[in-house]
C-alpha cells in the first residue's frame, strides 16, 4: 500500500468513527451512519462491493486504482472496508500483538486455534469472516493502517502465483508478531 492509499484509508475510517467535532478539526466529513452499519453486516466480499462504504473508500482512492479495474484488487480493498466497519479505536497495535497478548489469566486474547484459522484461510470469504471475529474479539482495538496493509498482503500474497520467501510472508509475520506477544509478561 502507498502512502495515498493509507491517508485515504485513515481519513475514511476516521469519517465513520470519529466525533464531528475532531472531524471538523481534520477536515473531514462526518460519514453517514448506514456507511458502517452495511459493512458490518456482509456476509462476504461480494457483499461489501455493494455498500455505500465501500463505494466512498473506493472512489476515494483515485483514479488510477479504479481505472486498473481489477476485481483482485476490488475484493481486496471491499475486504478492507469491511473488516475496518469493527475497528472502534485506532490504538496502533498490530493485528497479531494484539491477538496474542495475555487476556486474563495466563491465556492470550485470541486462542491459538482461531489464531490459526485466520492464517490458513483459503478462500477470501472465509479470510474476511475469520479477520472480522478476530478483530471482533478484540473489541475493534487495533492500527487501522496496519489492518489494511495486512489484509492487503495476505491479498497479494492469495493471488501470487510463487510463493515469497518465507520471513516475508503476511503469515509468518503473524505468527512472530502473535507468539512475541504471547510470551510477554503482563504489562
Known sequence: MDEQSKKV???????MNLPADQLKGKGIQLAPTVYKAQLKRCESTDAAMLTEGFRALWLGLGDDMIEKNDVKNIECWASIAAALAHVKTD?????????GRKG?????VVSE???????NAKTTDDFLRRIRRIVQQLKGDVSVIQLAEDIHQWFAEFYQLRPRKADKRISVQWAMDYYRAASAKNK
Open 9 to 15: 484509508v485513515l481519513r475514511w475510517w476516521q469519517s
Open 113 to 119: 486455534l482461531r489464531f490459526s484459522q485466520l492464517q
Open 91 to 99: 490504538s496502533k497495535m498490530k493485528l497479531a500483538q494484539a491477538a
Open 104 to 108: 486474563e489469566g495466563d491465556k492470550s
